[in-house]
């Protein structure tokens, strides 16, 4: 069996990790200095407890799970199949066949625009939003992934489209004749009895 090449993505996603838990864990850490400083009723050390902890988490974030998770991202592309592998303490790998392939796009946030990031989003058959997102591509990466997959999903639908016309057309010809000869039936003088 073959080694899955798998390919990392940028390192500059490992800062978009950064940038998003900030943005999440800011409003909560100014929100429990605000509570110390203006709400006389609440202890002082309750709020200021509070935004020690969200402070050491976001430490710990961007520190350490950040990197690793950046580490552990990225995607391998086979003849058939895309894979994606992402997590920093539990790891999780997603495979999705070219075949159920619906669309694909890509979008390019604030931050990953700042970054020089994209993120490529496969879209299923049956599904109800994206199945695989890959983040932190290159935008060049991401475009070239994404026609690549789109010229594979066309080479298959028109293969598909060959075996699906020839077997319709041999059923149309067949109903063709039918109707020919229910045609030649109709034009034919009648007998009347006399």
């Known amino acids: 069996m073959n080694e899955i090449q798998w390919i990392p993505v940028k390192p500059n996603y490992k800062n978009q990790l950064r940038v998003g838990n900030s943005l999440f864990l800011g409003p909560f850490f100014i929100a429990a200095l ?17 935004a020690t902890a969200i402070f050491v988490l976001w430490i710990t974030l961007v520190l350490f799970w950040a990197p690793a998770r950046c580490r552990v991202t990225s995607y391998a592309l086979e003849t058939d199949v895309v894979r994606f592998r992402l997590g920093a ?37 049956g599904g109800m939003g994206s199945d695989l997102t890959i983040p932190g591509l290159a935008p060049e990466v991401a475009e070239d992934i994404r026609n ?12 598909d489209g060959a075996i699906t016309s020839a077997s319709s057309g041999s059923a149309s010809s067949e109903s063709s004749s039918k109707s020919e000869q229910e045609q030649a039936a109709d034009s034919s003088p009648e007998e009347k009895p006399e």
Do not use: C, Y
């Open 148 to 159: 690549n997959l789109i010229a594979k999903i066309r080479d298959e639908v028109l293969e």
């Open 89 to 125: 303490l539990w790891h999780r790998e997603t495979a999705v066949t070219h075949n159920r392939l619906q669309h694909l796009e890509i979008e390019r946030g604030p931050v990953e625009r700042m970054l020089g990031l994209s993120r490529l989003k496969l879209f299923t058959a």
């Open 34 to 50: 605000v509570a110390a400083i203006w709400l006389e009723k609440l202890p002082t050390w309750i709020p200021l407890a509070v």
